[in-house]
């Protein structure tokens, strides 16, 4: 076993990937375009450097394989929120990478909603705030990681996220840059640590991104 593959022996890690689907109806539902690969390439990379990963993932096409790593399948960001809650105060690092989302339905109809000439009106609530919580319950020994996806004032938003969510670095996402983010296999990011460092990397395939992440990681065990 090489020195690199034994970075996080003995670490247990938390991380989410993938989106969260809202139940509209039994057939509908409100979603996003993550598939889960940013998450899913992270904890692989950890878990080849020796951490024990528990990978809370939403609905994704994406299959992993490896003994390290624990696989918990949710759907909403109900299911999510339980999932980390649940398995946060045994981590001693936390990735938030999941495309959860914001809002959710005040009432899922139990029956599919049948086609009608005139307009319904959909009322959306808040979800719960996962990676907030997480923040408020943080330990001195645990470090938490957050994402962020952006489609203006990127790095101002991103520090306010930082510090409102007690992170110790958020890994930032632009919809501004090309094959950057959801949907493609690349990623371009930005990484903002606690004491205002700020690492700007090229675009390249998210494996790769998996391991500038876990590199950061490294740095401040």
């Known amino acids: 076993m090489t020195l690199k593959e034994k970075q996080f022996k003995n670490k247990n890690v938390l991380i989410s990937a993938g989106p969260?689907?809202?139940n509209i109806d039994p057939v509908r539902f409100i979603g996003n375009y993550s598939t889960g690969l940013m998450g899913f390439s992270i904890a692989e990379e950890l878990a080849g450097r020796g951490a024990y990963v528990k990978l809370i993932s939403g609905p994704v096409n994406l299959k992993i394989n490896h003994p390290n790593i624990d696989r918990i399948d949710v759907i909403s960001s109900?299911?999510?929120?339980?999932?980390?809650?649940?398995?946060?105060?045994n981590s001693d690092i936390t990735i938030m990478a999941a495309a959860v989302a914001d809002y959710t339905l005040e009432k899922t109809e139990?029956?599919?909603i049948k086609k009608h000439k005139s307009n319904i009106t959909l009322t959306l609530k808040p979800t719960k705030d996962i990676l907030s919580e997480l923040g408020k319950n943080k330990k001195k020994n645990q470090i938490l990681i957050g994402f962020a996806l952006e489609t203006n004032n990127e790095i101002e938003n991103a520090?306010?996220?930082?510090k409102n969510k007690n992170l110790d670095f958020i890994v930032l996402n632009s919809l501004k840059d090309k094959n950057a983010g959801?949907?493609?296999?690349t990623n371009k990011i930005t990484i903002i640590d606690k004491y205002g460092d700020i690492n700007h990397y090229v675009l390249k395939p998210k494996t790769e991104v998996a391991k500038d992440i876990a590199d950061k990681i490294v740095e401040i065990l």
């Open 159 to 162: 520090k306010t996220k930082l």
């Open 110 to 112: 139990k029956n599919k």
């Open 182 to 185: 959801f949907k493609h296999k």
């Open 20 to 22: 969260t689907y809202e």
């Open 78 to 89: 109900e299911d999510m929120y339980d999932a980390c809650i649940k398995n946060f105060l």
